[in-house]
């Protein structure tokens, strides 16, 4: 069992800068493939960046590829989501994942446990 616990949401400018902690519970976080994932208002929630167990690999959706950074820190059982340049669609509640697998992808069905959610809001 993972909890998962999202920090460093807020109110930015556009063209601003934001990072996002995600804290995992547990003494085997570096099992865990991680990712994030975000869900605006009246839209699905898609899928913003993974990072596979070592923190080697790495996987970004196109919208937020060079904007975007995703790292870990596997002795704080930390992983992180630093967001530059942000723009108003970037808007969303954030959450963060964990799945059991090495790697995990873009899909929903890919990770086993969700943290709550930070939120990110973009002003124009």
């Known amino acids: 069992q993972v909890q998962l616990v999202e920090s460093g949401g807020g109110l930015v400018q556009a063209g601003g800068s934001l990072r996002l902690s995600c804290a995992a519970s547990g003494r085997t976080f570096r099992g865990y493939a991680m990712g994030w994932f975000r869900q605006a208002p009246g839209k699905e929630r898609e899928f913003v960046a993974a990072?596979?167990?070592?923190?080697?690999?790495?996987y970004y959706a196109d919208s937020v590829k060079g904007r975007f950074t995703i790292s870990r820190d596997n002795t704080k059982n930390t992983v992180y989501l630093q967001m530059n340049s942000l723009k108003p669609e970037d808007t969303a509640v954030y959450y963060c994942s964990a799945g059991r697998s090495s790697w995990s992808g873009p899909g929903l069905d890919e990770y086993d446990y969700w943290g709550q959610g930070t939120q990110v809001t973009v002003s124009s």
């Open positions: 990072i596979e167990r070592s923190g080697v690999s790495t």
